[in-house]
């Protein structure tokens, strides 16, 4: 596995899956019973922009900047840079935002299957206020080992690097293990939009499973002869009640800002 996240960290996804997520959580949290939450692609937490790989690439520049730059930003870019900008020349992966909304009650479960990746992440959360039980092995395989949890209600992250041949694969057969084993769970998948179409052969597996979802997405490059990252989009299987509003707005807003 090549990939590394601090080349992209705070781009126009992380912004979109990232607000996605906190808005999904609150939902989950307006309720008092405690929750579960876990993520399959855990990362290593917390990413240095300053680092010499974020600063070849920039695209922070492309997501959080653009972000801060927003005029009377509405109510949920406002929480979510509440977040973002808590350590300054950081930025905060999908664990360390969880972790900062989380109740002492609700339960975290990280999956990362880099051994580095893994060890770094271990260490940033010795010392978070909200522990999380973190495990380094395959977060599909983590699907079937830690579900389903205690407590029963919550929310799973499936945000994959798509870097094998196999990943959609992969993710179905994982999906499909943890909706048996957890079928109540609210699903949160993450995936690349590029002009090869791979996100569509994802969009026609799930359709084959006849399941209700939403499917916001977002496009920020109509060049047709880009190979590279020119949308994304987020699949949400049984979403909290009511949310749906929330997520349109976020669509919407984050399409024009970005």
């Not at 300053?50 to 070849?56: D, H, L, R, T």
């Not at 060890?119 to 389903?148: E, N, V, W």
């Not at 998948?189 to 006849?210: D, E, G, T, V």
């Not at 490059?221 to 949310?243: A, Q, R, V, W, Y």
Request: charged share 25%; glycine share 6%; with cysteine.
């Amino acid at each position: 596995m090549n990939y590394r996240h601090i080349y992209h960290a705070g781009n126009f996804a992380d912004i979109f899956k990232h607000c996605i997520l906190i808005a999904l959580l609150n939902a989950l949290l307006e309720k008092p019973k405690a929750l579960s939450y876990l993520e399959t692609h855990a990362g290593i937490g917390l990413y240095n922009l300053n680092s010499e790989a974020a600063q070849k690439t920039k695209e922070y520049e492309s997501g959080l900047s653009k972000l801060k730059n927003v005029k009377s930003p509405p109510k949920f870019i406002e929480e979510f840079l509440k977040l973002a900008e808590k350590i300054p020349g950081f930025y905060p992966g999908s664990p360390l935002i969880t972790a900062e909304l989380l109740r002492p009650e609700d339960k975290m479960i990280l999956c990362e299957l880099h051994k580095d990746d893994c060890a770094s992440l271990k260490l940033l959360f010795s010392d978070m206020r909200h522990p999380a039980a973190i495990h380094c092995l395959d977060g599909y395989q983590g699907l079937k080992a830690f579900t389903p949890p205690t407590p029963r209600r919550g929310l799973v992250l499936i945000d994959p690097p798509f870097e094998v041949e196999s990943e959609i694969d992969d993710l179905i057969t994982g999906l499909k293990t943890g909706l048996e084993r957890w079928p109540n769970a609210t699903y949160a998948i993450w995936y690349p939009i590029k002009n090869n179409n791979q996100h569509l052969f994802l969009i026609r597996a799930l359709k084959s499973m006849k399941l209700d979802y939403l499917n916001p997405s977002i496009i920020i490059n109509h060049d047709e002869t880009s190979t590279k990252l020119i949308g994304t989009g987020m699949i949400i299987i049984n979403p909290p009640f009511g949310c749906e509003a929330k997520i349109k707005e976020i669509e919407k807003q984050l399409t024009q800002i970005l």
